[in-house]
């Protein structure tokens, strides 16, 4: 199977090692991975802030790119998200019923990983070893906009040698929100003390997300706190194998 890579250009710019994780994943499962070098901002940051009209060019352009891929594959539920749920929301503002029709027609090709590996690959063993305790955060965009529901946990209860812990209160945000930890700083922190208890009372060595913009949140504040807990995401886990 083809499958073109979405990297997202919050990972390309600050998380490199997970498109590479990524990549490393899927070929090990036996699929070709086309990365088109043209692919851009999906127009998240854009649309969230309230420039709605402005993400147009950017859904254009990408719906331009990979208007031949068979499945789309992104390792963030944020930005696969977007695409899902606003780009056709975006076309109806614009009354474009060329770009309306363009949107639908690619829209039910474009998957979150995890959601790829366990709805269209359907494989929950990826022969991934990962020896480690390990907690895992749903992020808010992969539970209420894709609504994966259990896949990325059952791929991590999967794994040899990880010892997969539940956190409670896991489908609290985690204060992120792109822009919003920014123009609302103090009730970003106070919900982000909140995840943290969560994570260090499971006694985990790593905490998991299929967001980087949300463990860079979280991973931040456990790095100052010096908690002894680090962050990962989980096309990192599931591409690690015994060596």
């Given at each position: 199977?083809?499958?073109?890579?979405?990297?997202?250009?919050?990972?390309?710019?600050?998380?490199?090692?997970?498109?590479?994780?990524?990549?490393?994943?899927?070929?090990?499962?036996?699929?070709?991975?086309?990365?088109?070098?043209?692919?851009?901002?999906?127009?998240?940051?854009?649309?969230?802030?309230?420039?709605?009209?402005?993400?147009?060019?950017?859904?254009?352009?990408?719906?331009?790119?990979?208007?031949?891929?068979?499945?789309?594959v992104g390792p963030s539920a944020?930005?696969?998200?977007?695409?899902?749920?606003?780009?056709?929301?975006?076309?109806?503002?614009?009354?474009?019923?060329?770009?309306?029709?363009?949107?639908?027609?690619?829209?039910?090709?474009?998957?979150?990983?995890?959601?790829?590996?366990?709805?269209?690959?359907?494989?929950?063993?990826?022969?991934?070893?990962?020896?480690?305790?390990?907690?895992?955060?749903?992020?808010?965009?992969?539970?209420?906009?894709?609504?994966?529901?259990?896949?990325?946990?059952?791929?991590?209860?999967?794994?040899?040698?990880?010892?997969?812990?539940e956190l409670p209160r896991a489908?609290?945000?985690?204060?992120?929100?792109?822009?919003?930890?920014?123009?609302?700083a103090d009730t970003s922190i106070?919900?982000?003390?909140?995840?943290?208890?969560?994570?260090?009372?499971?006694?985990?060595?790593?905490?998991?997300?299929?967001?980087?913009?949300?463990?860079?949140?979280?991973?931040?504040?456990?790095?100052?706190?010096?908690?002894?807990?680090?962050?990962?995401?989980?096309?990192?886990?599931?591409?690690?194998?015994?060596?």
């Amino acid at each position: 199977m083809r499958v073109a890579f979405f990297i997202t250009c919050f990972n390309d710019t600050l998380f490199p090692e997970v498109g590479q994780a990524t990549v490393r994943l899927l070929e090990r499962l036996g699929h070709t991975v086309d990365f088109p070098l043209d692919q851009t901002c999906c127009g998240q940051m854009h649309f969230n802030t309230g420039y709605q009209l402005e993400i147009i060019p950017l859904m254009r352009h990408f719906v331009r790119v990979f208007d031949t891929a068979e499945y789309i594959v992104g390792p963030s539920a944020s930005c696969v998200g977007t695409i899902r749920d606003y780009y056709s929301r975006i076309a109806e503002i614009a009354d474009d019923a060329q770009l309306a029709a363009e949107v639908q027609h690619l829209t039910p090709r474009v998957f979150e990983l995890t959601e790829f590996l366990t709805e269209v690959l359907k494989v929950a063993d990826v022969g991934a070893y990962y020896p480690h305790r390990v907690t895992y955060h749903p992020t808010c965009h992969s539970l209420r906009a894709l609504h994966v529901g259990d896949h990325p946990i059952r791929l991590l209860k999967a794994v040899r040698g990880l010892d997969y812990v539940e956190l409670p209160r896991a489908a609290e945000c985690c204060g992120f929100g792109g822009t919003f930890a920014i123009k609302n700083a103090d009730t970003s922190i106070a919900m982000l003390s909140d995840k943290l208890r969560c994570v260090l009372d499971t006694h985990a060595e790593v905490c998991v997300a299929a967001d980087t913009s949300c463990l860079m949140h979280i991973g931040g504040a456990l790095s100052r706190q010096r908690a002894g807990v680090r962050t990962a995401h989980i096309a990192e886990v599931l591409a690690s194998v015994e060596e």
